[in-house]
């Protein structure tokens, strides 16, 4: 475990810590804590999923974010070792090899859940589960899966999966923010997501941003936009204020 100083962010003092923990697959997995100091006491928990680079340096900053909302936030790891890259090819490879492992991929979420748990700073009975690209299609599939989450937030994520909900599977409330323009994910698929959700009897908000493409959400990709960034982000804090009785 690695630690760092603390950052002041506005009133909060973020203080951030690298966790090495391990999965029931054997993988070794490095992930990202962020709490905010100034605040006493357990508070809800949330795990951040990374996009198909890994767990880099914008999951991490979307961890220190939820921190000072004060949150108790673990970005975990989904591809072991702590791995992430800035190449397109090495991305889509470590992704493809991830999603080629349901099993793999929910143990490795299990044991980040169960890390963010173990936190003293986190209330075990108030958790939820946010994703972005890749990662949104994680929590779309832990939620399908009944990992018990109160909530999970899907950013431009992907909808398909080869563990579909099935009635009443679906325990946790979910939102996805997805963007009107995004090439990668079709409007048959968007429609059999809906339909799914619906015939499991999910609590279920998707939240259309017109003209936004894949990736909105970050600054770093050249689909960012600004609105849909700002405005999905928001809904997220509503979407929470709800859950875990904070509005």
Same mark, same amino acid.
């Given at each position: 475990?690695?630690?760092?100083?603390?950052?002041?962010? &506005?009133? !909060?003092?973020?203080?951030?810590?690298?966790?090495?923990?391990?999965?029931?697959?054997?993988?070794?997995?490095?992930?990202?804590?962020?709490?905010?100091?100034?605040?006493? &006491?357990?508070?809800?928990?949330?795990?951040?999923?990374?996009?198909?680079?890994?767990?880099?340096?914008?999951?991490?900053?979307?961890?220190?974010?939820?921190?000072?909302?004060?949150?108790?936030?673990?970005?975990?790891?989904?591809?072991?070792? &702590?791995?992430?890259?800035?190449?397109?090819?090495?991305?889509? !490879?470590?992704?493809?090899?991830?999603?080629?492992?349901?099993?793999?991929?929910?143990?490795?979420?299990?044991?980040?859940?169960?890390?963010?748990?173990?936190?003293?700073?986190?209330?075990?009975?108030?958790?939820?589960?946010?994703?972005?690209?890749?990662?949104?299609?994680?929590?779309?599939?832990?939620?399908?899966?009944?990992?018990?989450?109160?909530?999970?937030?899907?950013?431009?994520?992907?909808?398909?999966?080869?563990?579909?909900?099935?009635? &009443?599977?679906?325990?946790?409330?979910?939102?996805?923010?997805?963007?009107?323009?995004?090439?990668?994910?079709?409007?048959?698929?968007?429609?059999?997501?809906?339909?799914?959700?619906?015939?499991?009897?999910?609590?279920?908000?998707?939240?259309?941003?017109?003209?936004?493409?894949?990736?909105?959400?970050?600054?770093?990709?050249?689909?960012?936009?600004?609105?849909?960034?700002?405005?999905?982000?928001?809904?997220?804090?509503?979407?929470?204020?709800?859950?875990?009785?904070? !509005?």
């Amino acid at each position: 475990m690695t630690t760092s100083p603390s950052t002041g962010t &506005g009133q !909060a003092t973020i203080r951030t810590r690298e966790i090495t923990y391990r999965s029931a697959d054997g993988a070794t997995l490095v992930g990202y804590y962020a709490c905010d100091e100034a605040l006493a &006491g357990p508070r809800p928990g949330v795990l951040v999923v990374h996009e198909w680079w890994g767990l880099n340096d914008y999951a991490k900053r979307r961890a220190r974010e939820l921190a000072a909302l004060g949150y108790s936030t673990l970005a975990i790891d989904m591809y072991g070792e &702590g791995r992430n890259t800035a190449s397109m090819e090495q991305a889509r !490879a470590l992704m493809l090899e991830a999603l080629a492992s349901p099993a793999g991929m929910r143990e490795r979420f299990l044991a980040g859940f169960e890390q963010l748990r173990q936190q003293p700073q986190t209330d075990s009975a108030q958790l939820a589960a946010i994703g972005y690209c890749f990662g949104g299609r994680v929590v779309l599939d832990m939620a399908r899966q009944g990992v018990p989450l109160a909530g999970v937030v899907s950013f431009h994520g992907l909808l398909d999966t080869v563990t579909p909900a099935t009635p &009443g599977s679906v325990q946790a409330k979910v939102l996805v923010a997805h963007g009107d323009a995004d090439s990668l994910i079709s409007a048959d698929q968007i429609a059999r997501f809906k339909d799914e959700m619906r015939a499991a009897g999910a609590d279920c908000r998707f939240q259309h941003h017109s003209d936004a493409p894949h990736a909105f959400s970050n600054p770093a990709s050249p689909g960012y936009q600004q609105a849909a960034d700002e405005n999905s982000w928001a809904d997220m804090q509503a979407f929470f204020a709800e859950l875990f009785g904070r !509005a």
